[in-house]
């Protein structure tokens, strides 16, 4: 079975050329004169219609790469807890630094070429290393490890009996086959409670 870790690289390698054709892209339909409509990320739409990239314009564009960019850390740590409460806990540490470790990744190359868009946008050629470097964005890393270590305190000391909860919710919802070393724990709990009932009568 692929890991966590995994899909998320392939999904993230996907969603990064997705988002460099289809929205970074079109940006550069200003410098030509051409109206733009492009999502905000928000349920709404950016329309701004053959204007240069101004201040209006650039908030609209940081705006958006903010909200997309604190939705996808959202997404992320959802799946993630998902993928504990279906093993009950079982690697809850690796999970987890996949998650921050591939969503890290991912951001920080996004933000990158958002920053290199809009010194293109400005028409001030093409930015140096430099420049790319200084315009690193420490708050989203923050977040992230922020996000990474409540998740694993959240889980990190569950009981036995709630292990088991978890895991058996996560396959009546269909997520996740039962993990064999759980289904021998909630069968053995199952002959203990029995073996005491009946030593009790």
Known sequence: MISFGRRLAVEFEQEFSRLANEWYLKWHALARGEPIDLDDFRGGRIRLDGMRFDASAE???????????RGKIEETFGRAEEQIQARAGAGL?????????????FLERLHRHAVFTEYRLQARGYPDESYLDARKDGTMATEIQRRKMALIE???????????ALVAASFARGRAPLPP??????MLAVLVFCFSSTTAV
């Open 59 to 69: 908030l609209a564009y940081w705006s958006a790469a903010a909200r997309y960019a």
């Open 154 to 164: 959240r889980y990190r000391s569950l009981p036995l009996r709630r292990r088991i």
């Open 93 to 105: 540490e690796a999970i987890a630094e996949d998650a921050a470790i591939q969503l890290r990744c």
């Open 181 to 186: 070393v759980l289904l021998l724990a909630a």
